[in-house]
């Protein structure tokens, strides 16, 4: 049985090691602006924090992770480079299944850098790949960026680019737009009727919205239905780059070769190759790592490059041991008009304890 006096000792070991990597022990309060802060995270810690509300403060929540408060921390007071390393408490609400925790450590370790990013990426992930090295995990990498660049890049509405852009972490919602932007899925006829405007304007007025709210969004899909398709080719380079799932060089070779006819792409692959010389010098077995292009699209909303993590092969049913990833647009956001490369990840002591007491 592991303790949670077990627990915070290992947390404790592990934050050791990330001073003696250079980084500054920061805390942040586990109440946290709610109303402010839950939208950076997305609709699953969204659906999963717990809130409450205080009468001169607004509706609060409990620390749901660490990277927002300590991106706010810096933006509004630290100096540049700057290294960070903390431990305490996460909360996240669980609705399916009751033997997942619902309040544990994190260690973390966060980098804001602008001086040369897949060297910050590089260094995270070799540092997080050292501290789990005893428990033979399987490690996961991605890019959440080579993704956005493929949807910016595509020949279609901004309107569109943005709903797939809000989609990327929705999966099967993804598919779904893009199929329906590809004229590939047939328009269900209650569509189809309110599209010909072949559906009664005096309808009764049951939902939140109002008239003129739902003559908007009647237009807006009147006007999506108008626009051309998305081209056939592009939404097949599309697939061929969500299906991407090989190891480093080899996931490269697919991307380039995508790249030649989806442009776009071409500096988020750049950076792609950059940073897997970067592991390489770092010594990390880059033939051996594999990458997928889809990884990371059902965590958190704020990565924006770079996302990585470690799983259990025996204990595929625990959730990753650590995890992490680039949120570049997240320091611009907390900002206030200033903006700084950043990356970095957590670990999970108490499942790291769990897996050892098992081997
Ligand atoms: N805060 C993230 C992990 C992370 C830290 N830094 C970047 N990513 C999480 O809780 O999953």
Redesign the pocket.
């Known amino acids: 049985m592991i303790t949670r006096a077990d627990t915070l000792a290992r947390a404790a070991t592990l934050r050791a090691t990330f001073e003696a990597a250079g980084a500054v022990p920061v805390e942040t309060p586990i109440l946290q602006p709610a109303d402010t802060l839950l939208d950076l995270y997305g609709e699953d810690i969204r659906a999963r924090a717990y809130i409450t509300s205080d009468a001169l403060r607004g509706e609060q929540m409990l620390r749901p ?3 927002v408060p300590v991106v706010e921390m810096h933006m509004s007071h630290g100096a540049e480079p700057a290294r960070y390393t903390y431990s305490g408490e ?1 909360f996240r609400r669980q609705e399916h299944d009751p033997d997942r925790a619902n309040e544990y450590i ?1 260690v ?1 370790y ?1 980098v804001f850098d602008r001086a040369n990013p897949a060297a910050a990426d590089a260094e995270v992930f070799t540092l997080f790949a050292q501290a789990v090295a005893p428990l033979n995990l399987r490690a996961a990498t991605g890019d959440i960026g080579v993704l956005m660049a493929a949807v910016r890049g595509l020949r279609t509405t901004d309107a569109r680019k943005a709903a797939l852009l809000r989609h990327i972490w929705r999966p099967r919602r993804f598919r779904a737009l893009l199929e329906r932007y590809a004229g590939r899925l047939p328009v269900a006829a209650q569509r189809a009727r309110l599209l010909e405007g072949a559906l009664s304007d005096d309808a009764p007025l049951i939902g939140k919205r109002s008239q003129a709210e739902i003559d908007a969004r009647v237009a807006l899909l009147r006007a999506d239905a108008a626009e051309p398709p998305l081209n056939g080719a592009e939404v097949d380079l599309l697939d061929a780059l969500l299906n991407v799932r090989e190891t480093m060089p080899y996931a490269l070779a697919q991307l380039r070769d995508i790249a030649v006819d989806l442009p776009s792409i071409a500096a988020a692959v750049d950076g792609l190759a950059a940073r897997a010389e970067a592991l390489a010098a770092s010594d990390v077995d880059v033939d051996g790592l594999p990458f997928e292009a889809s990884f990371g699209r059902t ?2 909303e704020y990565y924006d490059g770079f996302v990585f993590g470690f799983f259990s092969a025996q204990r595929a049913d625990l959730p990753a041991i650590a ?3 680039r ?1 570049d647009a997240l320091t611009r956001r907390l900002g206030n008009g200033a903006e700084i490369p950043a990356v ?3 670990l999970r002591p108490g499942l790291m304890l769990e897996l050892e007491a098992q081997a």
């Open positions: 992770d660490f990277t996460v994190q973390g966060e965590s958190m995890t992490g990833g949120y970095g990840g957590v």
